[in-house]
């Protein structure tokens, strides 16, 4: 999700590497186990490892 709340994109449970551009966001993995991770980028795109596995 971006700061608006909006869903940027949905992905299946595993590991991902993202690049993300400026701004704040949230992962939040559904399965096998729930949490959240926010990441905020102030001026430059910014490379991020999720693991929703």
Same mark, same amino acid.
């Given at each position: 999700?971006?700061?608006? %709340?909006?869903?940027?994109? &949905?992905?299946?449970? %595993?590991?991902?590497?993202?690049?993300?551009?400026?701004?704040?966001?949230?992962?939040?993995?559904?399965?096998?186990?729930?949490? &959240?991770? &926010?990441?905020?980028?102030?001026s &430059?795109?910014?490379?991020?490892?999720?693991?929703?596995?």
């Amino acid at each position: 999700m971006d700061a608006t %709340g909006k869903t940027v994109a &949905e992905l299946k449970p %595993g590991a991902y590497q993202l690049q993300l551009a400026p701004g704040r966001y949230k992962a939040r993995c559904l399965a096998p186990t729930q949490r &959240e991770q &926010e990441f905020l980028s102030l001026s &430059e795109p910014v490379t991020v490892n999720v693991d929703c596995g």
